[in-house]
């Protein structure tokens, strides 16, 4: 036969399918109502499962899997169209922080930095704000707990690095912390071997763990040096600059070399020249600047088959785009989870309405980050 037959049968057979997918559709808004009027969930998880079994056994054998699939998806289409409209407490108090947060992002504010003058941090902070009072911590944990004790108004934390991956300890923190992200910015990152002398024999390199990945390849062909890991970059370079030692170096921006007194032995020493790394903007309360078009959550799912997958789909039926996904064991609790998401939505969309509406209720836990957009 010519492939032409074939695909007209195919035609025939793909309007029957719309048709018949509108028609269900329909009768799924009717059940709607009808649970809204009788006060019933709309995830009946009992009645799903008889149903995937049921046409499981309608299907041949080699047919089975696929079916499951196709009606998996289904029902999450179908759960979509039934909530539509729906709108829950946490979408109403992202309403109201649309209409109460300023047009503007503050230009001065009191910012919480992890680190010392000279840090990364600080200058991502210098990016978004035009003239913050900075206020440095030791840690991240001192960074969010400025910020959920009102000390500051904002808290900049790095969340993940280009070449190096996540910051893994700031998304460990996210789970203990209440905050909302309300900008995110890039830097490009560019590390430098940074001493006392010109022409010692470095025996021993201070910088943050992070910046160590980085430049792995570099630290390999010094041989065997000595590398000691510190809080942060611009912490190195101000051991380095305090120490009586003249065999010690720090890998840290070009910045700390002329706040620190200490010379430039190699710049940019990072294995990848395209090294950024991207950082949150947190603050105590929930705020939402115009133009935000994008939105962290996080979650925490039941410990079953198909829990992940169920957030998958609704965003894939949602058409929105996920951008990260990271996961983190939960401490306390054996081979579980936190998801964290990093969605590409506008804010002001229908979909971000129905996902904020819907997803709450297929996790354990659901936590709202914030919506934001990203200062590049």
Same mark, same amino acid.
Do not use: W
């Given at each position: 036969m010519?492939?032409?037959v074939?695909r ?6 793909d309007d029957?399918?719309?048709r018949l997918?509108?028609?269900r559709?329909?009768?799924a808004?009717?059940?709607?109502a009808?649970?809204k009027?009788?006060g019933?969930?709309i ?9 995937l ?5 309608k299907?041949?054998?080699d047919?089975q899997?696929?079916m499951?699939?196709?009606y998996s998806?289904?029902?999450e289409?179908?759960?979509t169209?039934q909530?539509k409209?729906?709108?829950t407490?946490?979408?109403?108090k992202?309403?109201a ?12 504010a009191t ?11 600080q200058?991502a ?8 009072q ?6 991240f944990?001192?960074?969010?707990s400025a910020?959920?004790?009102g ?5 900049i934390?790095?969340i993940e ?5 996540s910051v893994k300890?700031?998304y460990?923190l996210m789970?203990k ?7 995110s ?9 940074l001493?006392k002398?010109d022409?010692?024999?470095?025996k021993e390199i201070f910088?943050?763990e992070q910046?160590?990945?980085?430049s792995?390849t ?8 000595k ?8 912490? =190195?370079a101000q #051991?380095?600059a +305090?120490?009586?030692?003249?065999d010690?170096a720090?890998?840290?921006s070009?910045?700390c *070399?002329? !706040?620190?007194g200490l ?6 020493v990072q294995d990848e020249?395209n ?6 903007c947190?603050?105590k309360?929930t705020?939402?600047?115009?133009g =935000?078009?994008? #939105?962290s959550i +996080?979650?925490?799912l ?7 997958y169920?957030v998958l *789909?609704r !965003? ?14 939960l ?6 989870f936190?998801?964290?998401?990093d969605?590409e939505t506008?804010v002001?969309?229908e ?13 354990e ?11 590049v």
């Amino acid at each position: 036969m010519d492939l032409n037959v074939y695909r007209k049968e195919i035609d025939q057979i793909d309007d029957e399918i719309v048709r018949l997918f509108q028609q269900r559709m329909d009768v799924a808004a009717k059940i709607a109502a009808y649970k809204k009027e009788n006060g019933l969930p709309i995830l009946q998880p009992a009645r799903e499962r008889a149903k995937l079994a049921e046409v499981s056994q309608k299907s041949r054998e080699d047919m089975q899997s696929y079916m499951r699939v196709l009606y998996s998806l289904l029902f999450e289409l179908s759960r979509t169209y039934q909530e539509k409209g729906n709108r829950t407490e946490l979408y109403r108090k992202i309403e109201a922080a649309i209409e109460n947060t300023p047009r503007l992002f503050p230009q001065c504010a009191t910012v919480a930095c992890q680190g010392v003058e000279g840090a990364y941090s600080q200058l991502a902070c210098e990016k978004l704000f035009k003239n913050p009072q900075i206020q440095y911590f030791r840690n991240f944990e001192g960074v969010f707990s400025a910020i959920e004790a009102g000390f500051c108004q904002y808290g900049i934390l790095p969340i993940e690095n280009s070449t190096a991956g996540s910051v893994k300890r700031v998304y460990d923190l996210m789970v203990k912390h209440n905050f909302s992200i309300v900008r995110s910015t890039r830097m490009k990152v560019d590390h430098c071997l940074l001493a006392k002398a010109d022409h010692e024999e470095i025996k021993e390199i201070f910088s943050h763990e992070q910046a160590i990945a980085q430049s792995a390849t570099f630290l390999k062909s010094l041989g065997n040096v000595k590398v000691t890991v510190c809080e942060n970059t611009a912490i =190195a370079a101000q #051991t380095v600059a +305090m120490s009586e030692r003249k065999d010690v170096a720090a890998l840290s921006s070009r910045m700390c *070399a002329e !706040l620190y007194g200490l010379k430039i032995l190699k710049s940019g020493v990072q294995d990848e020249g395209n090294n950024h790394t991207r950082f949150l903007c947190i603050s105590k309360n929930t705020e939402i600047y115009p133009g =935000a078009d994008k #939105t962290s959550i +996080m979650l925490i799912l039941p410990h079953k088959p198909g829990a992940l997958y169920k957030v998958l *789909a609704r !965003l894939y039926a949602l058409g929105i785009n996920l951008l990260k996904l990271e996961s983190r064991p939960l401490p306390e609790r054996d081979f579980e989870f936190m998801f964290y998401l990093d969605l590409e939505t506008s804010v002001y969309s229908e979909e971000f309405v129905q996902l904020m509406c819907e997803i709450g209720g297929i996790c354990e836990e659901f936590k709202y980050l914030g919506s934001y957009s990203e200062v590049v």
